[in-house]
């Protein structure tokens, strides 16, 4: 299934050492990660320049951690990315806030007012604009400047597109399943 074979054990050191900062010891790294580690010096930039830590990609603790895994979760629908979508949610959705409502709610064509607050309803609705057409109408900026400052708006876009390509490199590598916890109903 992996188009791009993952590193195995025992990984490199200086893989090892870099997915030693970003997962705690007990977990396999992610298929993902490794397949991404065959280009080591690529996958060390990543982590050393913490665009890619523990919670992911652009985490710089600006946006609150649930708003951001839930826009993460929506990106990967939109995109239908669902290795991403599974590894988050078996590794740290939960952590990150979000209730297993809400998580399975990620899914749903028009998300359920009542499990979220109207920002994060807002954020959600620009990645799915974002993903579909690349665009963001009058109406949508306006909603979004309701709860977001520039930069937090800056910053969300960009966090878009990153998982916007994570989902790329997706379709390009076809990792098996990492299976971190039992899948939730799709």
């Given at each position: 299934?992996?188009?791009?074979?993952?590193?195995?054990?025992?990984?490199?050191?200086?893989?090892?050492?870099?997915?030693?900062?970003?997962?705690?010891?007990?977990?396999?790294?992610?298929?993902?990660?490794?397949?991404?580690?065959r280009n080591a010096g690529l996958f060390n930039f990543l982590v050393d320049s913490r665009l890619i830590g523990p919670t992911g990609l652009l985490d710089r603790r600006?946006?609150?951690?649930?708003?951001?895994?839930?826009?993460?979760?929506?990106?990967?629908?939109?995109?239908g990315n669902d290795y991403e979508w599974r590894l988050h949610v078996g590794t740290i959705s939960a952590r990150m806030g979000l209730s297993p409502e809400q998580i399975a709610d990620t899914r749903a064509a028009a998300p359920d007012a009542r499990l979220w607050s109207e920002a994060l309803l807002a954020?959600?609705?620009?990645?799915?604009?974002?993903?579909?057409?690349?665009?963001v109408d009058d109406a949508l900026f306006a909603r979004l400047r309701e709860h977001f400052d520039e930069t937090q708006l800056i910053e969300l876009t960009q966090l878009v597109g990153l998982y916007t390509g994570v989902a790329m490199l997706v379709a390009l590598v076809q990792p098996a399943p990492d299976g971190y916890a039992a899948p939730l109903p799709a």
């Open positions: 299934m992996n188009r791009i074979r993952p590193l195995e054990a025992p990984l490199p050191d200086d893989v090892a050492q870099r997915m030693s900062r970003l997962l705690p010891p007990s977990m396999t790294p992610p298929v993902l990660f490794r397949a991404v580690a600006v946006l609150d951690a649930a708003l951001r895994e839930a826009l993460i979760l929506r990106v990967c629908v939109a995109c954020a959600m609705a620009l990645a799915d604009a974002l993903v579909a057409t690349r665009q």
